[in-house]
Each structure stands twice: as C-alpha cells, then as structure tokens.
C-alpha cells in the first residue's frame, strides 16, 4: 500500500520535473519512518522540505506540498 501511494506522489512530482526521493524507513514495517525529499533530478538539489537539518518529511506532507506549494 505504502509503495503505491509512493509512485502516486512520485508521479505528481514528476509532472513538476522533480523527483521523488526516499531516505529513511527502508524497512515497510515502519512505514512511520519513512521520509522522503523532493529533489531537482541531475545533481539531486532538495527543494523539499526546506531548511538544513531536516532530512526529510512524511509522504503525506510531500504530497501537501507538491499540490500547493505556495501555502
């Protein structure tokens, strides 16, 4: 269930040219750990979540962001 809300939110970045990218939570049992980043593909520059030390967000805050950005 996880990996397919994953490619949903992947694809809604992609339709942004971004990427989508997972790091943390590699195990699906803790799927609560699991964090991702919005990144510029090539040189893999985050643009999500912003500001330095936090590594990453939950799927639905990504999802959040991609669909309003400006908020």
Do not use: C
Not at 18 to 30: A, M, Q
Not at 61 to 67: A, C, G, I, R
């Amino acid at each position: 269930m996880q990996e397919q809300y994953a490619s949903q939110v992947r694809g809604l970045a992609l339709t942004k040219g971004l990427d989508l990218v997972r790091i943390g939570g590699l195990d699906e049992s803790l799927d609560h750990d699991t964090l991702y980043q919005v990144v510029v593909p090539g040189p893999n520059t985050k643009i999500f979540p912003p500001g330095r030390g936090i590594e990453g967000a939950p799927l639905s805050e990504v999802e959040d962001w991609l669909s309003h950005p400006w908020e």
